[in-house]
């Protein structure tokens, strides 16, 4: 079936720094791409939509300059966290759907950030 | 206000108990899916549902659209079943359609 693979799984970086994090869809073309934070016993929040080739929708109260995504090919698309603060310290995963038209989500593993 | 309810949120079962996770929603949907995360973190997606029910291994999901409610069930339940259970509807039918979740069920199964 469809694989999204996401690295890092773990990431832990000081404040200040930036990080990213890589969804890469494996054996299919991820025209969608979504991305979500999910807290602690919380369900997961919706980040921002991209689409290959064109920019990233984001959810209210997401600041795009820090959530930085880009979905440069229909295989592989990024989250850089800039700036990090500790309170950007979440679990991050990406979800894609295959640009044939199906309906399937594939979800990424998932990347725990620290920022200490 | 969310717009699909899950319940319970919190399940403990004896080991072979069947088990039942339900789900309704609020408004008309393209699709639900339930999905199951392990403390880990990592997802993956268990049924993708319109209508009726489906069936893979000792899992079933079934959905009435017309009570917008939907259900899963574990027969003989085990303890690797132990996760985090979420229902999520999707609204639209276009490709670039999010997801709408539960507050998911935390399973636990005691052996």
């Known amino acids: 079936g469809a694989v999204v693979s996401q690295h890092p799984s773990r990431v832990i970086c000081k404040s200040g720094t930036s990080v990213k994090i890589e969804c890469r869809s494996l054996?299919?073309?991820?025209?969608?791409m979504f991305w979500y934070r999910q807290f602690p016993k919380q369900s997961l929040m919706l980040m921002a939509t991209s689409n290959e080739g064109s920019k990233a929708t984001y959810e209210q109260g997401v600041e795009k300059d820090k959530f930085l995504i880009n979905h440069a090919s229909l295989t592989l698309s990024t989250l850089t966290v800039t700036s990090a603060h500790p309170e950007d310290s979440s679990f991050y995963i990406c979800?894609?759907?295959?640009?044939?038209?199906?309906?399937?989500?594939?979800f990424g593993s998932g990347t725990r950030l620290t920022v200490v | 206000k969310n717009e699909v309810e899950q319940s319970p949120q919190n399940l403990t079962a004896q080991e072979g108990e069947f088990i039942t996770i339900n789900c309704s929603y609020s408004v008309g949907i393209s699709a639900l899916h339930w999905l199951q995360q392990h403390p880990g973190g990592g997802i993956v997606s268990l049924f993708m549902l319109s209508s009726g029910k489906k069936k893979h291994g000792r899992l079933i999901a079934t959905i009435n659209i017309q009570e917008k409610h939907s259900s899963l069930h574990i027969t003989a339940s085990h303890p690797r079943d132990s996760a985090v259970y979420i229902c999520a509807v999707r609204f639209g039918e276009t490709s670039g359609s999010r997801l709408t979740f539960g507050e998911g069920t935390q399973l636990t199964v005691n052996p």
């Open positions: 979800s894609a759907r295959d640009g044939s038209g199906g309906y399937g989500y594939t």
């Open positions: 054996d299919f073309q991820a025209t969608t």
